[in-house]
């Protein structure tokens, strides 16, 4: 019987929904929602506040300051509280209601950016309100775009994972915001298991991969400022999904009772789509890496007026069709 005395201790790290019969192909979804933070970002909030802890750069009357869009600030918000750390998260206008008000009710400050750099969007902006709180010597940033504590959680926990319970896994699929869980994992297989393929997958306008930026609705995945952190050459591929794909994907998890957030819809998207075209006799096996779960998206990819007025009727007709064809 598991005994915890702080609640980043606690994370579920062995589950996974077989997703074959769902989705055709021979998929393991690995569920890292369920934790008191909600999200896959615990682990990361957790390793980097306690490197800042032990560089010094992290002690009594500082406090924390970093910029996300949602899911980092709530699992930074919970570690702060758990530790004792005043903490300021910056976001902006996509970051939904729900999700400040967790913020706020951890004791965190939010402060939220309503118009987007020229050039850099949301996150341009949110990095430079950042560095100028940081100009006061009693705010430390943690910088989950480039700090190596973001990846080195990963490294040391969700690539082993994934393989001690897929010790035969041929490809695996993993989001790309920060790229912190992607490089860890990928980091982490080339070296202990460098046949297995390493599938990033981006939303399409992010500029993460050198696309050209265009606009996004939804946060979580995709980024306006290539993260520093990236390192290509362990990637071996890259996938982006249109955001509609990411709509279609999680409310047909949902007709099946599985409530996943956007993040994962477009992971899931971007692997079917993948095994579809490479793997198409099903001779593999795939793990995609679900970041979240799904109720902090209940005002935005669950809600009907919300897709009709971003994404058009047409899209909600689609989707009304393919529930009506369930048995």
């Known amino acids: ?69 949602g899911n980092l600030g709530v699992a930074l918000a919970l570690v702060a509280a758990s530790r004792g750390y005043r903490f300021l998260c910056v976001t902006d206008a996509r970051c939904n209601l729900a999700t400040r008000q967790l913020m706020e009710a951890l004791g965190a400050r939010v402060h939220v950016i309503t118009e987007p750099d020229p050039q850099d969007g949301y996150l341009g902006a949110r990095i430079r309100y950042v560095k100028q709180v940081c100009e006061d010597e009693g705010h430390v940033w943690l910088n989950q775009y480039a700090n190596p504590a973001n990846w080195m959680a990963h490294y040391q926990s969700t690539g082993p994972e994934i393989l001690k319970s897929f010790p035969e896994v041929d490809v695996v699929f993993i989001g790309a915001g920060s790229t912190g869980t992607l490089m860890g994992c990928a980091r982490y297989f080339k070296e202990t298991k460098p046949s297995v393929r390493v599938v990033a997958v981006d939303s399409v306008g992010s500029v993460t991969f050198g696309t050209p930026a265009q606009p996004r609705v939804l946060p979580g995945l995709g980024t306006s400022v290539r993260p520093p952190l990236l390192d290509e050459s362990f990637v071996d591929e890259v996938l982006h999904v249109a955001e509609r794909d990411t709509v279609r994907a999680c409310r047909t998890l949902l007709r099946h009772g599985f409530l996943f957030g956007g993040s994962t819809g477009t992971v899931l998207s971007g692997a079917a789509d993948w095994l579809t075209r490479n793997r198409p006799d099903g001779d593999v096996t795939a793990v995609a890496i679900a970041p979240d779960l799904g109720d902090r998206y209940l005002d935005t990819v669950y809600r009907d007026q919300w897709i009709s007025d971003i994404y058009g009727a047409d899209l909600l007709a689609e989707d009304a069709m393919l529930a009506r064809r369930l048995p």
């Open 1 to 69: 019987m598991p005994v915890i005395s702080t609640p980043q201790e606690f994370n579920v790290d062995d589950l996974y929904v077989d997703l074959r019969r769902l989705s055709g192909h021979p998929l393991y979804l690995k569920c890292e929602g369920f934790n008191f933070a909600g999200s896959i970002k615990l682990k990361a909030a957790n390793e980097m506040v306690s490197a800042a802890v032990r560089a010094g750069t992290l002690r009594e009357g500082v406090t924390l300051v970093e910029s996300s869009s």
